[in-house]
């Protein structure tokens, strides 16, 4: 559609964001629902980051996500934070308030239950313990998430096992480390083993695991999703396993601020699906 001079702004900022998927994303729903509008790439050097951030009323844009390196970055230059943007010291979602103010929130969290959820009718984070492997950015979403849903506890595996002990020291008692040796025998009567790691990833190893111990109607979660089916996943599905990729995660952490933004509460659709997954072949 052709923009007028009225067009709401909203964008992406990274360093390099070029590969980002969130143009076509968030372009999508703007054809789909006929706004007056447009969603753009950003890139923004990490030095400039806060500056940047901090002009995006200027610019009169209505928000932006962000992604790395500026995750903490845009954290320190917001008015205002929700709840899981504080708890992780990380924002990915920026709305310029009327009066220019920024606030944050932290969608991963959201995106990820909400996928779940809808993959995985019935699903109840307090049917049973969970297994989280990974320490980084992504795994401090997913543990926040699991937590608020009700999991009773979560088993955590890293490489670097002060990572998981830091972790866990944060979000409290029913989070307890595991050793990365240990990661096989931690998926012992657990509901659901959600990977956090880049391992399996496109150009990365995959994931050295042993599923033999999970139970039959465990879930397995991968938040990977290049490729969309990762070894973790194939293996999963081989032995009937009910399994999630990570690109239903990425859709719907979208939808807060593409609503907030425009003003139209979007969906995640087969067709968004189709869509994004057209582009992630090339």
């Known amino acids: ?74 954290f320190a230059a917001m008015d205002e934070t ?7 010291g990380a924002v990915n979602t920026i709305v310029v308030r009327p009066d220019g103010r920024l606030f944050g929130s932290n969608t ?32 401090r979403a997913v543990l926040g998430a699991l937590l608020d849903a009700g999991a009773p506890t979560i088993r955590l595996a890293n490489r670097t096992a002060a990572r998981a ?20 025998d931690a998926l012992k009567g657990v509901h659901l083993l959600v990977n956090t790691t880049n391992q399996g990833m496109h150009g990365h190893p995959p994931l050295e695991l042993d599923l033999g111990p ?8 991968d938040i990977v999703y290049v490729p969309l089916q990762t070894p973790l996943l194939a293996a999963a599905r081989a032995r009937g396993l009910v399994t999630v990729d990570g ?16 003003g139209v509460a979007p969906k995640v659709t087969d067709a968004l699906r189709s869509f994004v997954m057209a582009d992630l072949a090339t």
Do not use: C
């Open 1 to 74: 559609m052709v923009l007028s001079g009225k067009a709401r702004l909203a964008g992406i900022i990274g360093w390099p964001v070029a590969h980002s998927r969130s143009p076509r994303l968030h372009g999508f729903w703007l054809e789909q629902h006929g706004i007056d509008g447009a969603y753009v790439p950003l890139a923004v050097k990490p030095e400039d980051g806060h500056a940047a951030i901090r002009d995006l009323p200027k610019l009169g844009f209505a928000g932006a996500n962000v992604t790395m390196p500026h995750k903490q970055t845009a």
């Open 82 to 88: 929700d709840a899981p943007a504080k708890r992780l």
């Open 108 to 139: 991963d969290g959201f995106g990820f239950i909400e996928h779940l959820k809808e993959s995985v009718p019935g699903w109840r984070a307090a049917a049973g313990p969970a297994v989280v492997l990974g320490a980084g950015g992504s795994a």
């Open 165 to 184: 002990q830091e972790l866990a020291g944060m979000f409290g008692a029913k989070v307890v480390p595991v050793p990365w040796a240990d990661r096989h």
């Open 214 to 221: 999970l139970p039959g109607a465990a879930v397995v979660y």
């Open 247 to 262: 690109l239903g995660m990425l859709l719907h952490q979208a939808r807060p601020g593409f609503e907030q933004w425009f």
